[in-house]
């Protein structure tokens, strides 16, 4: 049993800020974080996913930890879909063709036909546990994993886009599981080594007998906040505009996003001494289900009261998906999930 960790969930919590902001402010409300994100922000929740991985056992270990993913992950995702189509057929006037086409289309899970913008994460997500569990389950040995899951990220990244094959039409993003199971696996890889690295700087690590750890520590950190601040001031063009083919071009992406998603663990680190922070990672699932329907409840509020909601620059974008966290918090993580846990997978 893995001890749970408060700097996780503040990791979490950052990255569904990421999300929100991504998906309210336009290129110039968004700023130089509005393109800035875009180079990390969905890698990070795969990355984070293997953290507390443990491979199955034997196939009954398999098949149990199917059927509980199943009800943590795709019953929510239902249930969140049936609240957003529920919320846009009464905000756009939808007729019941469009609401039964809308219900067909939930069904398959993939990126194009979600009812919400982020709900294809979870179906995506769902997808990549069973299939990294599956090679473990039918080959044993890491190296083998490991090479398997490179050579489908590589077929998805390079093969693949020169075949001109369509994105995203798979059931439950099925090709894209392809491509973010290798954020899955660096997770699970890397989680004890980053975790040690990051309470390296806990007072009472603080020793002589520390000191090559916490050099360890502070160099890598230097180096992930170098291209964390490069990425943010020059924009997600950096780097990934050197290359010279494809295969180049998605090295770079990997490396750069790991690289950043780095630097914002040791950021969460600081910032999970905040309750809120804490919860909210916590509940990001809840935010992930939420995110469409409370924005649109907030527009319909202002509309109600004959004003319009304009984003114009970082700064009431920011405090916007502060607003949406906050009435999360509040209507649903407070109330709503006492009252129906299985909102948030639980029975």
């Known amino acids: 049993m893995h001890k749970r960790e408060d700097w996780v969930d503040a990791l979490k919590a950052l990255g569904m800020f990421c999300i929100y902001y991504g998906h309210s402010a336009t290129s110039d409300a968004g700023g130089h974080f509005g393109s800035f994100i875009w180079a990390f922000h969905v890698p990070l929740f795969f990355f984070v996913g293997g953290f507390f991985y443990s491979p199955p056992r034997n196939l009954n270990d398999y098949f149990c930890m199917v059927r509980q993913k199943f009800v943590r992950i795709i019953i929510p995702y239902y249930i969140f879909s049936i609240l957003a189509t529920i919320v846009n057929s009464l905000r756009y006037n939808y007729d019941l063709d469009w609401i039964m086409q809308y219900v067909k289309r939930i069904i398959c899970g993939n990126r194009g036909y979600v009812a919400a913008s982020a709900l294809w994460f979870l179906t995506c997500y769902f997808v990549v546990i069973i299939f990294y569990s599956l090679l473990f389950l039918l080959f044993r040995k890491r190296i083998v994993v490991v090479s398997i899951v490179v050579a489908l990220n590589i077929f998805y990244r390079v093969i693949l886009s020169r075949l001109n094959i369509e994105y995203h039409s798979l059931v439950f993003e099925a090709d894209s599981a392809l ?9 699970e890889l890397v989680y004890p080594y980053l975790n040690k690295s990051i ?3 806990d007072a009472e690590n603080i020793k002589v007998e520390n000191l ?5 520590g502070a160099l890598l950190l230097f ?11 020059i924009g997600s063009e950096w780097l990934v505009n050197k290359a010279h083919n494809t ?3 998605q090295i770079i992406f990997f490396i750069r996003a790991i690289m950043i998603i780095l630097f914002c663990c040791y950021g969460a680190k600081v910032i999970s001494r905040i309750p809120f922070v804490c919860r909210m990672g916590r509940y990001s699932i809840i935010l992930c289900g939420f995110e469409d329907i409370v924005k649109n409840i907030i527009e319909n509020v202002l509309s109600l009261l004959g004003l319009t909601l304009s984003l114009s620059n970082p700064l009431n974008s920011a405090i916007y998906v502060f607003v949406c966290f906050m009435i999360v918090d509040i209507i649903v993580i407070r109330y709503l999930i006492p009252n129906y846990p299985i909102l948030y997978g639980k029975r």
Do not use: E, N, Q, V
């Not at 090559?212 to 360890?216: E, G, L, N, V």
């Not at 180096?223 to 001031?233: A, E, M, Q, R, V």
């Open 179 to 187: 491509d973010y199971t290798i954020y899955f696996m660096l997770g």
């Open 247 to 249: 295969c180049d071009y």
């Open 223 to 233: 180096l992930s906040g170098l291209f964390f601040i490069k990425t943010y001031l």
């Open 212 to 216: 090559r750890k916490i050099f360890a």
């Open 199 to 201: 309470h390296i700087f």
